[in-house]
């Protein structure tokens, strides 16, 4: 099998991650909740793997990361949490390049008076920073954007963003699903207020992983209340990060998972993964983008985007492209909407979806060629 579907989630891990796994549920047992030699255990690799995200995302310090079951999850407790459209007339913007991750919670505050902008893209994917700025307004209280499209591959350049949010005083919130662990990210130096984002992409991390790192000073309503472990008598659930956005017992098993996959990347080096998964999405692309039939998406102008490769063969559906890939070449890839529907509609794709292809590490340049192979093979057909 040929997995490149890393966009969804990243299938081959570092031997070091379930391994990881497999000690912590062996070992640990329920942080915060006692001072047994297992639940200390637990409290230790939480926290460590805290300092690791801190410092990995140069973030304030390890009790501004609050863990969550995924970048979904986090992102709601993001938006959720921070506009409040009871409170009076607010204003969020956000990009048609956006994830339903995203694109939903805003369209839930909408309904209840909240005003919103989506910043339209062009027919590459991209968005325009100067319409951007015009689209803020004095009652705009978050602008909120995917790093990379899930679709496309393109970057947003969220230093430039965020410095445009810090200018007008405006909470800046970060989708980094396909960016984190590969691409470098300054909670400091790209003026991001809230940084979210899943283990299980290119952290390498376990599914059901993920976090939300806020920068001190911000206050963001948890989405969810009850347990903490620490002031059981109070009525009111703990105020003080991470323990305001935690309630509930943590996946200690993954975050153990995902500890040991930072440390892994630390090892390797972001800047040696991204070049690595850079160098297979553009030997793909060279094969593939002069193909008679073949349509690709997206902007390939620039060097450095997400490992991604995006199109559609003519004469047919993108589900049908995908479901002959898997049963007589053995390709896992993604067809369909990809939770971007407004992306699509920019592309001019909502009807047909997209094939995806996105690259990992741990691909290798024979599987890239089969897969360039089969394009060109089911285009002749």
Known sequence: MIYLDNAATSFHKPDCVPRAVVEAMQHAGNS??????????????????????????????????????????????????????????????CTEMDHNSVLRPLYRLEKKGMKLTILPADRKGRISLTELEAAIRPETKV????????????????????????????????????????????????????????????????????????????????????????????????????????????????????GAAISWITEIGTEQIRKREQQLMWRFYDQVKEIPGVTLYGDFSR?????????????????????????????SVRAGGHCAPLMHKALGTEKTGAVRFSFSYFNTEEEVDTAAGAVKELAAE
Request: glycine share 12%; charged share 15%.
């Open 303 to 331: 060097e450095e985007r997400s490992p991604v490769v995006t199109l559609n063969i003519a004469g047919m559906d993108s589900a049908e492209v995908a479901m002959v890939l898997d049963e007589e070449y053995g390709i």
């Open 143 to 258: 602008i909120v954007c995917t790093h990379a499209s899930n679709l496309t591959g393109n970057l947003n350049d969220i230093h430039a963003i965020g410095a445009i949010a810090q200018k007008h005083q405006k909470l800046f919130i970060v989708d980094a699903a396909q960016t984190a662990g590969v691409f470098p990210i300054s909670m400091k130096k790209d003026h991001i207020d809230i940084l979210c984002f899943s283990g299980h992409k290119g952290l390498m991390g376990p599914q059901g992983t993920g976090a939300i790192c806020v920068r001190p000073g911000i206050s963001v309503e948890p989405l969810k209340v009850g347990g903490s472990g620490v002031l059981t008598f109070q009525r009111e659930h703990p105020q003080d990060m991470p323990e305001t956005l935690e309630a509930g017992t943590l996946n200690s098993h993954g975050i153990a998972g995902l």
């Open 32 to 93: 915060g909740r006692g001072s047994s030699g297992e639940a200390m255990a637990a409290s230790r690799l939480i926290f460590n793997t805290r300092c690791q995200i801190a410092e990995m995302f140069d973030v304030w310090g390890p009790e501004c990361v609050a863990f969550t079951s995924n970048d979904t999850e986090a992102l709601n407790i993001a938006l959720q949490g921070t506009l409040h459209p009871e409170e009076g007339i607010i204003h969020a913007i």
